[in-house]
């Protein structure tokens, strides 16, 4: 299949737009500038033909491409985030395609002290001759997710140039706020109308991702005793220094992220903040099952309770919240929607790899809110940093994939 790829230039286009996402704003989307790229993206599928593009007062674009089959086919959604990620500056991003990559540690033009070395980076070892795209060392590059936003328009592109490809009826869903973990908060699965999903915001070439952690978040609040510090003695009993005994008692060789890998859980603190009479710790726990999630909550919880012993006038409160789970319990029963992402992926010219991720995609929480949704590769690499790239060859195979898809519920259907 022969496609006049648009990916890399709406690639370039929509990392210079700074749609970078607030953990601590309350509103929806969490920037306004998010909407900046919304705006780009519903004027391109309108000129495209997609005549339904638009984005509602929350950031979300919704397109729909029309079946031009007869058939009877489950109606399909592609979904990427617009946002990138609150770690790294967004601003003044400065893409650089670097030709015919020669297998070298990738020194950035406008910070020499940013080296992207293929010993921290093997990955690039399989991009020889490929062009590969990097920041100038400045900002993050936003491949995480703007390469898949680019890898579905360009798809939704060729499939609207091409009717004679038949497919059924195709959404397109650009969601706000993924980074913060809100991304599917307010999408509206309703209006959407579709029966199955993928998030195209994956890494490597030829993965996709059926299985993701489960995830709870744990805040424990301690309540010290304060007092004038002159006269403290036998008195105070800081929530501050309890706070930090619960984080020098954790693990260091085991259950944290810097120890583990693959399939191991862990527990990690995020945040402390407060003071003498009151100090807040928050935590994100992570496992692939719920058994494993319960497990690491008792450590946790022993583990403060057992430190607060030595502190008879203080206590705690100890508050889990669900995040998301995983999304494999759901995606299992409908084995099809992985299949066809692994026939899409061979007809693309790749070797389909089917894994899991050591966190969560809107895919996980749309999974369980209706709409089964595994996450296929964009390409993208090194995410959240100022050495994330994104090799062109790699996203081309994303569109590629993308139609085949549309392709393959049509014929099964």
Same mark, same amino acid.
């Given at each position: 299949?022969?496609?006049?790829?648009?990916?890399?230039?709406?690639?370039?286009?929509?990392?210079?737009?700074?749609?970078?996402?607030?953990?601590?704003?309350?509103?929806?989307?969490?920037?306004?500038?998010?909407?900046?790229?919304?705006?780009?993206?519903?004027?391109?599928?309108?000129?495209?033909?997609?005549?339904?593009?638009?984005?509602?007062?929350?950031?979300?674009?919704?397109?729909?491409?029309?079946?031009?089959?007869?058939?009877?086919?489950?109606?399909?959604?592609?979904?990427?985030?617009?946002?990138?990620?609150?770690?790294?500056?967004?601003?003044?991003?400065?893409?650089?395609?670097?030709?015919?990559?020669?297998?070298?540690?990738?020194?950035?033009?406008?910070?020499?002290?940013?080296?992207?070395?293929?010993?921290?980076?093997?990955?690039?070892?399989?991009?020889?001759?490929?062009?590969?795209?990097?920041?100038?060392?400045?900002?993050?590059?936003?491949?995480?997710?703007?390469?898949?936003?680019?890898?579905?328009?360009?798809?939704?592109?060729?499939?609207?140039?091409?009717?004679?490809?038949?497919?059924?009826?195709?959404? !397109?869903?650009? @969601?706000?706020?993924?980074? #913060?973990? /809100?991304?599917? &908060?307010?999408?509206? +699965? %309703?209006?959407?109308?579709?029966?199955?999903?993928?998030?195209?915001?994956?890494?490597?070439?030829?993965?996709?991702?059926?299985?993701?952690?489960?995830?709870?978040?744990?805040?424990?609040?301690?309540?010290?005793?304060?007092?004038?510090?002159?006269?403290?003695?036998?008195?105070?009993?800081?929530?501050?220094?309890?706070?930090?005994?619960?984080?020098?008692?954790?693990?260091?060789?085991?259950?944290?992220?810097?120890?583990?890998?693959?399939?191991?859980?862990?527990?990690?603190?995020?945040?402390?903040?407060?003071? !003498?009479?009151? @100090?807040?710790?928050?935590? #994100?726990? /992570?496992?692939? &099952?719920?058994?494993? +999630? %319960?497990?690491?909550?008792?450590?946790?919880?022993?583990?403060?309770?057992?430190?607060?012993?030595?502190?008879?006038?203080?206590?705690?409160?100890?508050?889990?919240?669900?995040?998301?789970?995983?999304?494999?319990?759901?995606?299992?029963?409908?084995?099809?929607?992985?299949?066809?992402?692994?026939?899409?992926?061979?007809?693309?010219?790749?070797?389909?790899?089917?894994?899991?991720?050591?966190?969560?995609?809107?895919?996980?929480?749309?999974?369980?809110?209706?709409?089964?949704?595994?996450?296929?590769?964009?390409?993208?690499?090194?995410?959240?940093?100022?050495?994330?790239?994104?090799?062109?060859?790699?996203?081309?195979?994303?569109?590629?994939?993308?139609?085949?898809?549309?392709?393959?519920?049509?014929?099964?259907?």
């Amino acid at each position: 299949m022969k496609i006049n790829h648009t990916v890399t230039e709406r690639f370039i286009k929509y990392a210079k737009i700074d749609t970078q996402s607030d953990p601590n704003s309350p509103t929806c989307p969490s920037t306004e500038k998010q909407k900046d790229l919304g705006k780009v993206l519903v004027a391109e599928l309108l000129e495209m033909g997609i005549t339904d593009a638009h984005m509602d007062e929350n950031g979300y674009v919704y397109g729909t491409i029309p079946a031009n089959t007869s058939k009877k086919v489950p109606v399909i959604c592609f979904c990427s985030h617009m946002d990138t990620s609150p770690d790294c500056s967004g601003k003044d991003v400065n893409p650089q395609i670097n030709r015919n990559y020669d297998g070298k540690d990738i020194v950035l033009i406008n910070d020499k002290s940013q080296i992207i070395k293929v010993a921290e980076h093997p990955s690039l070892l399989k991009q020889i001759g490929n062009d590969i795209i990097t920041t100038d060392g400045t900002t993050l590059l936003g491949a995480d997710n703007k390469a898949g936003v680019a890898e579905i328009m360009d798809a939704a592109h060729h499939l609207m140039k091409n009717p004679e490809i038949k497919h059924g009826t195709i959404k !397109i869903l650009f @969601t706000p706020d993924e980074e #913060i973990g /809100r991304g599917a &908060d307010k999408a509206d +699965l %309703k209006k959407l109308g579709a029966d199955f999903g993928y998030t195209i915001d994956g890494e490597e070439l030829g993965h996709i991702e059926n299985e993701t952690f489960s995830a709870d978040g744990v805040t424990i609040t301690i309540h010290g005793v304060s007092t004038h510090p002159g006269f403290a003695k036998n008195k105070m009993e800081s929530a501050i220094k309890i706070a930090s005994e619960i984080v020098a008692a954790l693990p260091k060789d085991k259950m944290s992220p810097e120890s583990t890998e693959k399939k191991e859980p862990f527990v990690h603190p995020v945040s402390i903040s407060g003071g !003498i009479e009151q @100090t807040v710790l928050q935590f #994100i726990i /992570r496992a692939f &099952d719920e058994e494993g +999630l %319960k497990t690491q909550e008792t450590f946790l919880k022993e583990l403060t309770e057992k430190i607060i012993k030595n502190y008879p006038k203080s206590r705690f409160d100890f508050v889990i919240k669900e995040q998301y789970r995983n999304m494999k319990q759901v995606l299992d029963k409908n084995p099809e929607i992985v299949n066809n992402a692994l026939e899409a992926i061979k007809r693309a010219g790749v070797t389909p790899v089917l894994s899991s991720i050591r966190g969560g995609t809107d895919g996980s929480r749309f999974s369980y809110m209706g709409l089964p949704c595994p996450n296929i590769f964009a390409g993208e690499h090194a995410f959240h940093s100022k050495h994330e790239w994104v090799s062109i060859q790699d996203m081309e195979k994303a569109v590629a994939t993308i139609v085949h898809l549309c392709m393959i519920w049509e014929e099964n259907a």
